[in-house]
């Protein structure tokens, strides 16, 4: 049997004969059972490839997209070979992940099959049709990046990171941009395709295949390589953080079920430390050391203490005092804090639009201003106290200057009014801005 799994006409074949028994009828569970000693051989990366030569050899999309069911429950298997999945309880993050995982492959295989059923239509309008539906999968797909992909980047690769394993973290970042590009680049034809150019009908069959490949390949990376280290290497505590933090991001095609309870306090990265490049070698699975040593990666655990004496824990983070008057500092707007009783408390340091003086501090608000517009300084102070306005903004020419002052409400967890926040910058060069300018444009 092994020498027919290599070869790409049995593969076909074997397709051919799952796609003709769903046609009749037959469950993705039932085949499963059937055909899951072969299927398991064969590689989740070729199955995309194989799918669409069977479109090009005239088979339907939408009958070869019944069987991205069976793929996901055949690869759930291998993921749960890993994961133990089914032991994971539902709304934990591991297991959100690997939900994830499996809407991505059946958006991926979608993506590729519909796009490859461009080359061997002809009419104009099925054409049309096939590329708005094209079109749909590739804008849920983009949410792939600020969801699924943001999710890994800036909440759990910090968890690893801490343990030295930089590496990993950086590679499948490396590999998340790389499909961030490809879906960009795919929508950007998409939406000037001219249905009648068959030279950008080939070039969008050749995109959607290699983006459809990509996303299958990361799943395969994020199953088998990634999500095994963080089961064994996370703590509950750890899990209950990232947890708290997912709903900022969102989830890709799922709706999380929150039947995980745990006791664990939450455990931030930072709130890690004293791990050893043994201990955590000892922990990863053997695949991953091999893959460490081959290319000679150093395990160096990050045991930096970012709490400092005299630091105090402000809402996210540390600092002291002589650093958040550094920050005010630098800050590129002018900041005034004036308390629940219109006294002016603090105001910031550095270059500022309007200058103030220490002898200010604890005086009243309203006799900071000229008496012709007190009245209207009381009438914003009094909207906001009694929470009908939050925000109150002016612009003003001064020569050369463009400036923007904004009030704002201060209000604490329950809503209680607790002063005003003043805000000035100048803002003429940052009017004139057009076009765009990235971090990698920088030199």
């Given at each position: 049997m092994s020498e027919f799994l290599n070869n790409t006409e049995y593969k076909k074949k074997l397709l051919k004969d799952i796609i003709r028994e769903l046609h009749h009828g037959k469950s993705p569970e039932e085949l499963k059972e059937k055909f899951k000693g072969v299927l398991k051989n064969v590689s989740p990366l070729e199955i995309p490839l194989i799918e669409q030569e069977l479109v090009k050899e005239g088979l339907k999309a939408s009958e070869i997209a019944k069987l991205c069911d069976l793929h996901v429950l055949i690869f759930r298997e291998a993921v749960q070979n890993a994961l133990k999945i089914d032991?994971?309880?539902?709304?934990?993050?591991?297991?959100?992940?690997?939900?994830?995982?499996?809407?991505?492959?059946?958006?991926?295989?979608?993506?590729?099959?519909?796009?490859?059923?461009?080359?061997?239509?002809?009419?104009?309008?099925?054409?049309?049709?096939?590329?708005?539906?094209?079109?749909?999968?590739?804008?849920?797909?983009?949410?792939?990046y600020y969801t699924h992909y943001d999710r890994?980047?800036?909440?759990?690769?910090?968890?690893?990171?801490?343990?030295?394993?930089?590496?990993?973290?950086?590679?499948?970042?490396?590999?998340?941009?790389e499909i961030r590009v490809m879906i960009k680049k795919l929508l950007n034809l998409l939406e000037k395709i001219n249905p009648e150019d068959q030279k950008a009908i080939e070039e969008l069959t050749r995109l959607a295949r290699d983006l459809s490949t990509a996303l299958v390949d990361m799943v395969f990376r994020e199953?088998?390589?990634?999500?095994?280290?963080?089961?064994?290497?996370?703590?509950?505590?750890?899990?209950?953080?990232?947890k708290l933090q997912e709903p900022q991001f969102g989830y890709y095609g799922i709706?999380?079920?929150?039947?995980?309870?745990?006791?664990?306090?939450?455990?931030?990265?930072?709130?890690?430390?004293?791990?050893?490049?043994?201990?955590?070698?000892?922990?990863?699975?053997?695949?991953?050391?091999d893959e460490f040593k081959k290319n000679n990666v150093e395990l160096l655990p990050?045991?930096?203490?970012?709490k400092k004496d005299g630091d105090f824990e402000v809402n996210v983070g540390f600092l002291?005092?002589?650093?958040?008057?550094?920050?005010?500092?630098?800050?590129?707007?002018?900041?005034?804090?004036?308390?629940?009783?219109?006294?002016?408390?603090?105001?910031?340091?550095?270059?500022r639009i309007f200058p103030r003086s220490p002898s200010i501090i604890g005086r009243p608000v309203q006799l900071c201003h000229p008496p012709k517009s007190v009245y209207i300084v009381n009438k914003i102070l009094n909207a906001f106290k009694s929470g009908e306005r939050d925000t109150a903004e002016f612009w003003i020419q001064m020569?050369?200057?463009?400036?923007?002052?904004?009030?704002?409400?201060?209000?604490?967890?329950k809503g209680n009014y607790r002063g005003t926040l003043e805000v000035t910058q100048e803002v003429s060069r940052i009017r004139k801005l057009e076009g765009q300018k990235r971090l990698l444009d920088w030199n």
């Open positions: 032991d994971i309880p539902d709304g934990h993050p591991l297991k959100t992940l690997a939900l994830e995982n499996e809407q991505i492959t059946k958006d991926a295989e979608m993506l590729g099959l519909y796009s490859a059923t461009l080359e061997k239509v002809k009419d104009r309008k099925d054409i049309e049709n096939i590329l708005n539906t094209v079109r749909e999968i590739a804008s849920k797909i983009k949410s792939i890994e980047e800036m909440v759990i690769f910090p968890h690893i990171e801490k343990r030295g394993l930089s590496a990993v973290s950086q590679v499948l970042w490396r590999k998340h941009d199953n088998n390589i990634l999500y095994p280290t963080l089961k064994t290497l996370l703590s509950e505590g750890e899990w209950v953080a990232i709706k999380v079920k929150d039947e995980w309870k745990p006791d664990a306090s939450p455990i931030y990265p930072h709130e890690l430390s004293g791990f050893k490049a043994e201990d955590m070698l000892s922990k990863i699975p053997q695949h991953m050391k990050d045991n930096y203490e970012i002291n005092p002589q650093l958040v008057d550094m920050i005010f500092k630098h800050l590129p707007v002018d900041v005034t804090y004036i308390d629940e009783n219109d006294r002016v408390k603090f105001y910031s340091g550095g270059d020569g050369p200057k463009f400036v923007y002052i904004t009030y704002y409400a201060i209000r604490d967890e």
